[in-house]
C-alpha cells in the first residue's frame, strides 16, 4: 500500500517561511523584517545577528551542517560555495556552531572566475554576494547533506551587477514605482507596493541514463548533433496529455515532493508533444521568488532524474525534427491590496484602467519588440523559434477577438461603446453540463499573448533564466507608465486626457497587434510591411542591448549602467561561440572516433560478402548499390570534417567577440550541417548493431 502524503504538512518543510520567522523571532525583530521585506532598507546590526541565529538553529534542527550564499551568475545556472556552521572548539574542545549577521547578510565568492564581459579584470578577483531578504531562505538535500541556502545578488567591488538577480530586483522597485503613479490616478490610495505576478511553465525531456551517457554529444553538448528520424515521430499527436508511463510518473511524483519541500508550488504535470518530452508548472508568486524557485525546478528536475535511472535535457532542441522545449512566462502586475492590473472585468470597454495599462503595454512592446526578443534569445533557442514550432522570431501581441475589437474601436472613434461576449457553449449532449464560453480563443503562434488577465510570453527557452525576460518586462512596461503618468499627472481635464492617451496609444501602436497565423509565411512578409523587426539569431539579437533608446531608458531608471549592458553583449558573443565551438569539436570526435570508423566495418563487410557472392555467382546488385552508398557518404562526410576543422581554426583566430560569433553563426553552423547530412544518411543505412550510440528510435521511445 502507497504511503499517503500530507501535503498540506509536507509544503515548505525545508523553507525558512515568515511563519517560521513568526515563531522564532522576537516580535519587534520579526516586525522589523517584516517591513525590510516591504518597503526595503536595512536591518539593524542587532537584528541581523538574531535572525542569523534563529535562521542557523532551525537549519540545524533538521540537519544542516554548512551553509551557502546561493547565487546567480551571468553563467545562467546558479552558484553556491558551503561553509559549514562550526567554529574554534571551545576550552575544553568541544565544538560550536555559529552564524553571524555579518556572514548572513554579506558573503564574498571569487568573482574573476564568472563571467563579467570585461568589467573586471582576470585578477580582480574580489565580489560580494548581498542577501535576498525578499527571497526565503531554504534547506536543500542532496549527497552533501543539508545546505542553507540563502539567496542572495552577486556584485562586483566596484559595485556593478555580475548576476541576473540584481537587475531583476532593481526592475522590480522600478516597475513597483511607475504602476502606482498610475493606479493612484484612479483613486487606489492604499496600495503601497506593486510586483510582478509570474508563472513559469517548464518543458523538459526525459530519457534514460545509460542510452545517455552512450551519447557524447548529449554529455557535452545537451543535444544531439547527430540522429536519423526514426519511423515514428510526434505526427500521431498521441503523446501530448496521453496517460503517463509508470517510470515516468514515478519521477514526477518524487519530483512534486521535493519542490512542494522547497516551497515551489508545483501544480500540473503533463505529456508534451513530442516523445519523452514532458512539462511542469506552478502557480503564479512574485516575479522575483518566481525566477528563484524556476532555478530549483530546473536543478531539481535534473537531481530526481538521477535517482530514476533517467536524465532530464533542458536543451531547446535535443532532437531535431521533433518539438523542442521552451518555458511560458506568464506576467501580470498585482497591487499589495490585491489588485491585478491586468485584469479586464466583465465589460472591458468600461474599464479606463485596464484599457490604460494595456494601452502601455502595447505600446511598450512595440517601441521595444527588439529588446524583448533579446531577452529570450540564447544558443538552444535559435533552433526552435520561427520553426514551426514555437513563436516567430517576430514579436507580436495577441489580444484575441474581443480586446480587439474594443481596441479596433477606441482607435478609430476614441471610443469602445460594447464588447463581445463569449455566451455559452453549446456540445450538443443533453447530459453534458452548459459552459461559459471564454470571450476569445487562444493562440499558440504569438509570442506575447493575452490570456484573460495576464500576458504570456512564450518565446523564452527550456534551459534559459527568466530573470531577464522579466527584468526587460518590467522596465520597458515601466517606462510606458512613467510617460503615461507625466501626461495624466499635469492635465486640467483627466478624463479627456486619458482618453486621448489610450486612443493616441493604441492607434500609434496598431502594427503590434496580430491575431493571426504566427507560423505562415504571409505573416512574415506582412510583419516586414509593418515594420516589425525579424531577429533570426542570438547574435543578430545582441545589438538590441546596446541601442541609444536600451541605454538611456536601462539607465533612466538605474536598472542597467551602460558599462552593465556592454559586459553582457560581450558574454553573449563569447557564450555563442564557446557553445558552438564545443558542439563542433564534439561532432568531429564523434566523426573520427566512431561513426567513420563503423560505416568502414561496414563497407569492408559488405565488400566481404561482395566477393563471396560473385565468386559463388549470385547476384551482387544489391551489395555493389549499398557498398556505393556507403562509400559515397563516407567521402562527403570526410569532405565536410575537413572543412569544419579547418574553418574551425579561423575562427578561433578572431579577437572580435562580435565578428567571432557572425563566423561561428554564418560559417561553422552551415559546416555542422554538412557534416550531419552524410552522417545522418549513414545511420540509414550502416547495420544497427554495427552502429556506435543510441538512435532517435532508441531514446525516444524506450524509456
Not at 516523445?275 to 502557480?283: D, F, S, T, W, Y
Not at 532530464?312 to 531535431?320: I, M
Amino acid at each position: 500500500m502507497s504511503e499517503v502524503l500530507n501535503i498540506e504538512e509536507l509544503f515548505g518543510k525545508n523553507v525558512f517561511t515568515i511563519e517560521k520567522m513568526r515563531v522564532r523571532l522576537p516580535r519587534g525583530v520579526y516586525h522589523e523584517v517584516r517591513r525590510v521585506m516591504e518597503e526595503g532598507g536595512e536591518l539593524s546590526k542587532t537584528s541581523a545577528d538574531i535572525v542569523a541565529k534563529a535562521m542557523k538553529d532551525w537549519a540545524v534542527e533538521n540537519g544542516a551542517t554548512h551553509f551557502t550564499h546561493w547565487f546567480q551568475p551571468l553563467t545562467g545556472i546558479t552558484a553556491e560555495k558551503h561553509d559549514s556552521f562550526v567554529t574554534h572548539p571551545d576550552d575544553e574542545g568541544r565544538m560550536l556552531l555559529e552564524f553571524k549577521g555579518k556572514e548572513l547578510i554579506k558573503g564574498e565568492p571569487d568573482a574573476s572566475s564568472f563571467p563579467s564581459g570585461g568589467l573586471r579584470a582576470t585578477f580582480e578577483a574580489r565580489g560580494y554576494t548581498a542577501w535576498d531578504i525578499t527571497s526565503p531562505a531554504f534547506l536543500k538535500e542532496d549527497a552533501t547533506g543539508k545546505i542553507l541556502c540563502i539567496p542572495t545578488a552577486f556584485c562586483s567591488y566596484t559595485g556593478e551587477a555580475l548576476d541576473k538577480k540584481t537587475p531583476l530586483l532593481r526592475s522590480e522597485e522600478v516597475i513597483s514605482e511607475q504602476a502606482l503613479r498610475i493606479v493612484r490616478l484612479f483613486g487606489n490610495t492604499e496600495a503601497k507596493k506593486v510586483t510582478s505576478s509570474v508563472g513559469i511553465e517548464q518543458e523538459y525531456f526525459l530519457i534514460d541514463r545509460e542510452k545517455y551517457l552512450k551519447r557524447p554529444d548529449l554529455i557535452f553538448s545537451g543535444r544531439t548533433l547527430y540522429g536519423a528520424m526514426p519511423p515514428k515521430g510526434q505526427e500521431l499527436e498521441d503523446h501530448y496529455f496521453g496517460a503517463i508511463r509508470e517510470r515516468i510518473g514515478a519521477y514526477m511524483k518524487d519530483l512534486n515532493i521535493e519542490l512542494w519541500k522547497l516551497g515551489v508550488t508545483a501544480k500540473t504535470q503533463h505529456n508534451e508533444v513530442a516523445p519523452a518530452q514532458h512539462e511542469l508548472a506552478p502557480i503564479y508568486e512574485s516575479g522575483n521568488v518566481a525566477v528563484d524557485h524556476n532555478q530549483l525546478v530546473m536543478e531539481t528536475m535534473k537531481k530526481v532524474a538521477g535517482r530514476h535511472g533517467l536524465m532530464c535535457l533542458l536543451h531547446e532542441k535535443p532532437f531535431a525534427g521533433v518539438n523542442g522545449s521552451g518555458k511560458h512566462d506568464n506576467w501580470s502586475l498585482v497591487t499589495d491590496n490585491g489588485m491585478n492590473m491586468l485584469d479586464p472585468g466583465l465589460t472591458p470597454n468600461e474599464n479606463i484602467q485596464f484599457l490604460l495599462v494595456l494601452a502601455c503595454t502595447i505600446k511598450a512592446v512595440d517601441e521595444h519588440a527588439d529588446l524583448l526578443r533579446q531577452s529570450a534569445a540564447d544558443v538552444g533557442n535559435d533552433h526552435r523559434l520561427g520553426a514551426d514550432e514555437a513563436p516567430p522570431a517576430i514579436i507580436s501581441v495577441f489580444l484575441g477577438d474581443q480586446l480587439e475589437d474594443v481596441v479596433r474601436q477606441l482607435a478609430s472613434t476614441g471610443k469602445a461603446r460594447k464588447a463581445k461576449n463569449g455566451g455559452k457553449l453549446e456540445t450538443g449532449v443533453s447530459t453534458l453540463p452548459e459552459l461559459d464560453r471564454d470571450a476569445t480563443d487562444r493562440n499558440r503562434t504569438s509570442p506575447f499573448a493575452f490570456t484573460g488577465n495576464k500576458f504570456e510570453f512564450r518565446m523564452v527557452g527550456s534551459s534559459d533564466s527568466v530573470a531577464g525576460p522579466n527584468t526587460t518586462l518590467n522596465a520597458i512596461v515601466a517606462e510606458s507608465f512613467a510617460e503615461a503618468a507625466d501626461r495624466l499627472e499635469n492635465t486640467d481635464d483627466f478624463d479627456m486626457e486619458v482618453h486621448d492617451l489610450i486612443k493616441e496609444y493604441l492607434t500609434d501602436h496598431q502594427r503590434i497587434i496580430f491575431n493571426g497565423d504566427g507560423y505562415s509565411d504571409e505573416w512574415v512578409k506582412e510583419a516586414e510591411r509593418r515594420g516589425l523587426p525579424n531577429i533570426k539569431s542570438m547574435v543578430e539579437s545582441v545589438q538590441a542591448l546596446l541601442s541609444k533608446k536600451s541605454v538611456a531608458m536601462f539607465e533612466k531608471f538605474k536598472i542597467f549602467t551602460k558599462a552593465e549592458l556592454a559586459s553582457r553583449a560581450e558574454i553573449l558573443y563569447e557564450t555563442y561561440s564557446k557553445s558552438i565551438n564545443i558542439e563542433a569539436m564534439t561532432m568531429l570526435d564523434m566523426a573520427g572516433k566512431q561513426i567513420i570508423p563503423a560505416a568502414m566495418k561496414y563497407s569492408g563487410k559488405l565488400a566481404e560478402y561482395l566477393t563471396a557472392i560473385k565468386n559463388a555467382g549470385g547476384d551482387t546488385t544489391v551489395h555493389v548499390e549499398l557498398l556505393k552508398q556507403c562509400t559515397s557518404e563516407l567521402a562527403k562526410m570526410r569532405k565536410a570534417e575537413e572543412k569544419l576543422r579547418k574553418d574551425l581554426e579561423k575562427a578561433n583566430k578572431s579577437a572580435d567577440g562580435k565578428k567571432k560569433a557572425e563566423f561561428y553563426r554564418d560559417v561553422i553552423c552551415a559546416d555542422m550541417a554538412a557534416l550531419r547530412t552524410p552522417a545522418d544518411a549513414l545511420e540509414m543505412i550502416v547495420e544497427k548493431d554495427m552502429w556506435p550510440f543510441p538512435t532517435y528510435g532508441d531514446i525516444l521511445f524506450e524509456v
